[in-house]
């Protein structure tokens, strides 16, 4: 059974780098699957951030592109977001997610989530 | 962007009830819809993949139909258990986008 728990600050100041960790247990993530992040915040609902396979292999929301980067670290078991110069309303709960087997976008295992505040 | 729309955004049921929640994209997604039941203070669960397919672990009150851009969510014989937020969501294309959200609460 896939396990996924996030670390990171809960507390980011605007124009700083958000950054969390995803660390997998009960499965080699080199075995396969896409690893990912959403978010979710009360003005925005649930939005999908982005995705990696575990050969490096990204894709990200295009709205969030140019802020982000997702990263795996496959000898650890775990992946990264770095989310930089954050404002206000990227203040939310941050989930990290994989995949139903074979598919890209079917999110079977969640994290608990992590709140991420974005203040002074 | 492919846009998904609930409704309704709300509803009240009783136990025992049968539920149909509606879901629909802006253009169409062929069969990749999946919907997901969220408690409040926890994750999304995912509760069907691809139109109809049952997560494993899911109870077969649960199921979902549809095709195109039109989507149903539907609960047989609600249980106190099933009094959440649901979600529908296609991954079709990138990017991944979500429905705003059904609340079931108890009439």
């Known amino acids: 059974q896939v396990q996924l728990q996030e670390s990171g600050p809960g507390l980011v100041r605007p124009s700083e780098t958000l950054s969390l960790t995803c660390v997998v247990s009960?499965?080699?993530?080199?075995?396969?699957?896409?690893w990912g992040w959403i978010r979710q915040s009360p003005g925005k609902g649930l939005e999908w951030i982005g995705s990696?396979?575990?050969?490096?292999?990204?894709f990200y929301n295009p709205s969030l592109e140019s802020r982000v980067t997702i990263s795996a670290d496959t000898s650890e078991n775990h992946f990264s977001l770095k989310f930089n110069s954050v404002t206000a309303t990227d203040t939310a709960v941050y989930y990290c997610v994989t995949a139903v087997s074979g598919t890209t976008g079917d999110f079977a295992y969640w994290g608990l989530g992590t709140l991420v505040t974005v203040s002074a | 962007d492919i846009q998904m729309t609930q409704s309704p955004s709300s509803l009240s049921a009783s136990i025992g009830d049968r539920v149909t929640i509606s879901c629909r994209a802006s253009r169409t997604i062929s069969k990749y819809l999946n919907w997901y039941q969220q408690k409040p203070g926890r994750a999304p669960q995912l509760l069907i993949y691809a139109t109809s397919s049952l997560q494993s672990g899911v109870p077969s009150r649960f199921s979902g139909s549809g095709s195109g851009a039109d989507f149903t969510l539907t609960v047989n014989s609600l249980q106190p258990e099933d009094f959440a937020t649901y979600y529908c969501?296609?991954?079709?294309?990138?990017?991944?986008?979500f429905g705003q959200g059904t609340r079931v609460d108890i009439k």
């Open positions: 009960g499965y080699d993530m080199t075995s396969g699957h896409y």
């Open positions: 990696i396979y575990h050969t490096g292999t990204t």
């Open positions: 969501q296609q991954s079709y294309s990138i990017p991944y986008t």
